[in-house]
Nanobody, 127 residues
Framework: QVQLVESGGGLVQAGGSLRLSCADLGRTSSIHTMTWFRQTQGKEREFVAALGWYSGGTVYADSVKGRFTISGVDAKNSVYLQMNDLKPEDTAVYYC????????????????????WGQGTQVTVSS
């Protein structure tokens, strides 16, 4: 059974870096697309970045391009989000999401597409 668990959130000053991790503790190898979303209070979940697990393809939101990098390690059933040059507007709860369907099949930016979700990890960027 898929169980996604995020870690790595915290408080950082603007311009700093954080690395988020998301592990599939169930080690089912059934997830083909892994994606990071973020959410602030009162707003819908916002797409951040997606990874096609077997293709290696990546997609980024315009707001994070050039600053964030999504990657995965198959042996660890984990996906990472390296976040550099953080800005106060990056403050949010970050969620990883997974789905058994392929990276080119999903509407990647649509949260309702994803079957599995982690519990979220808070990222706070101070100015």
């Amino acid at each position: 059974q898929v169980q996604l668990v995020e870690s790595g959130g915290g408080l950082v000053q603007a311009g700093g870096s954080l690395r988020l991790s998301c592990a599939d503790l169930g080690r089912t190898s059934s997830i083909h697309t892994m994606t990071w979303f973020r959410q602030t209070q009162g707003k819908e979940r916002e797409f951040v970045a997606a990874l096609g697990w077997y293709s290696g393809g990546t997609v980024y939101a315009d707001s994070v391009k050039g600053r964030f990098t999504i990657s995965g390690v198959d042996a660890k059933n984990s996906v990472y989000l390296q976040m550099n040059d953080l800005k106060p507007e990056d403050t949010a709860v970050y969620y990883c999401a997974g789905d058994p369907r392929g990276y080119t099949t999903l509407v990647l930016r649509r949260a309702a597409e994803y079957r599995y979700w982690g519990q979220g990890t808070q990222v706070t960027v101070s100015s």
